[in-house]
């Protein structure tokens, strides 16, 4: 069964199990269902429906995050060489033996990064840094100052696992026919057969608290 690749804010793993008891009773009767995630993030329903329903016939996501849709697009399209990429960041950083010598890697990586213009960012070393990123930064977070650059600090992780091989081969298998789009989740509808039975799940970001609260990552 596949699972999320990355850790994301807001994912919703913890909350399957109120998720799917919400389910609309009627959802098993129906032949031809049509599956649409206009806020994906990490996918945790997503992955959960498609290992559990087979009347799920088609299946559209969309999230407005640029570098997490290259990285589900890279992973149906490219798993293999995403594999490798993975990899090979996995052995250069666990070949450091000491934090200060990782944390420095991990910013000649951040920097590498940085450097691909972000209409550029939609090739397999994106999305191996993204996923790399992933394990080793602060949290899990992704977070893109105003000129795109990520900018999250190096994490506190000990031997985190970086390149899951049977996580990204799950998640290969389970997108093989999954429609990925990046962009607002208004511009959905025009992918969307009003005819059919559409069942929408919607996890739209969460209002800040205070008007401009926001986090503050500093180096
Ligand atoms: C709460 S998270 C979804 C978490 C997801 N359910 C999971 O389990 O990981 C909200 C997602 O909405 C995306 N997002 C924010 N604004 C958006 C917009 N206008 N259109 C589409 N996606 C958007 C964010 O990039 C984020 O991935």
Redesign the pocket.
Known sequence: MAK?FVK??????KLLPVLVNNLPDDFVTHEEVTYIE????????LFHMLSQYDNIVRVVI????PA?INCYRMIRNHCDGLLGELSQLQTSFYELETHDERKQWYYTRRDEYNRIPVHERNNLRSAALFIFFNKTCFNGLYRENSMGNFNVPFGRYVHPTICNEQVLLDVHEALRNVEIMH???NDIVRVVDWNEYNFFYF????RPLLGASNFRLIR
Do not use: Q
């Open positions: 999320p994301w804010a807001g994912g919703k793993g206009p806020f994906v993030g990490g996918g945790a329903m969309n999230d407005i995050n997490l962009g607002d989740y996890d739209p970001p969460y």
